[in-house]
């Protein structure tokens, strides 16, 4: 995995991006304002579930009528933050942040999945309940924790506080995987 | 009248000192300030997409603004807040920042208009408004707020 990042970091199309004066930028700008829209609805939608908003609108309304623009603020999301780790692949790799951040993501999904497939499927039970079932407090309350993590490690990536290129404590240089780390 | 001192009695300030010193009382403000945005976006699009006619239709606009509300004041007071500690870390480089210029032109125009003209067409009895009026209300405050977050993310990249 390393060394294709280092072989990606060496692509003309990752040099550019990494270099360019606007459009880097531009990709994170793009990626930060979308959180808006996707973790915003999401939000919106976890606090539903929590009864705290929203309480007279069927859940299954604001599911199907938020899922279209989560999707697109998703898409835009995964393609935005995808560029960025083109760009600086290595770094990105071996930051500490970032891994969990990708961990994160998974669970974010699993918890997703597990709501959409095992408490959505009997949402007509409790689609008007001001408040929701246990299952699905837990996987709304879940949802925004995860994704509250996963918006303050996506910030700190940007600080070098556990880069490979300082000194590092064992746990740090274990969890970075800077044994592998080149440059 | 020059902003330029009070910017500067900000940056000595022992608020301003402490954050700028600190190895992460930034970054960590700066994660907060973000929070609070996903926040305030979803609580305004909430708004904001039932006015242009794609959001949760079957209910009233004026009763998803009320729900939205405490949100959107919440998440706003927190914004403010983190905002006006990352100000007193960098004030002088904030002073002469265009990009902080414009988004505190466009702050002051989104926080005036979120809570005058928009929330009274929000509040309104939408048989007697047209769909076209509402719209517009809800484009001028994605286009105002839009302003505000990509201005912001703009001071970050200019000097």
């Known amino acids: 995995m390393s060394s294709f990042c280092e072989w990606l970091a060496a692509t003309p199309g990752s040099i550019a991006l990494h270099e360019s004066f606007f459009v880097y930028p531009l990709v994170e700008s793009v990626h930060v304002l979308t959180l808006c829209v996707f973790v915003g609805l999401a939000a919106m939608l976890d606090l539903r579930l929590l009864g705290v908003t929203m309480r007279r609108v069927p859940v299954s309304e604001v599911v199907s009528r938020f899922l279209p623009w989560m999707v697109a603020g998703f898409v835009v999301m995964v393609v935005t933050g995808v560029l960025l780790f083109y760009a600086i692949p290595v770094r990105s790799y071996h930051n500490i942040f970032f891994r969990v951040k990708v961990m994160l993501l998974i669970l974010a999904g699993v918890n997703a999945w597990v709501f959409h497939a095992r408490l959505y499927t009997r949402v007509a039970d409790w689609d008007l309940a001001p408040i929701t079932p246990r299952g699905a407090r837990v996987a709304g309350a879940l949802s925004l924790v995860i994704w509250a993590v996963v918006i303050v490690c996506g910030r700190m990536i940007a600080y070098d506080w556990f880069d490979c290129d300082k000194a590092q404590s064992p746990i740090v240089v274990r969890a970075a995987g800077c044994d592998g780390y080149q440059r | ?159």
Not at chain 2, 15 to 24: L, V
Not at chain 2, 33 to 56: F, K, N, Q, W
Not at chain 2, 81 to 86: R, T
Not at chain 2, 127 to 156: D, E, K
Request: with cysteine.
């Open chain 2, 1 to 159: 009248m020059s902003l330029l001192p009070f910017a500067q009695w900000c940056e000595a300030s022992a608020a301003g000192h402490a954050i700028r010193t600190s190895p992460w009382a930034f970054a960590v403000i700066e994660s907060i300030h973000l929070l609070a945005l996903s926040t305030i976006g979803g609580a305004v699009l909430v708004v904001d997409l039932r006015l242009l006619g794609y959001g949760l239709k079957r209910h009233p606009a004026a009763q998803l603004a009320r729900d939205a509300y405490p949100w959107l004041v919440g998440s706003l007071l927190v914004m403010l807040a983190s905002g006006a500690a990352l100000f007193v870390s960098e004030s002088i480089k904030c002073y002469y920042s265009t990009p902080f210029r414009v988004k505190m032109v466009s702050l002051l125009l989104a926080v005036c208009f979120t809570f005058t003209a928009h929330h009274r067409v929000a509040m309104a009895d939408e048989t007697r408004m047209r769909p076209r009026w509402r719209a517009l209300i809800a484009v001028v405050s994605l286009t105002l707020w839009f302003c505000v977050g990509a201005s912001g993310r703009w001071i970050g990249f200019s000097g």
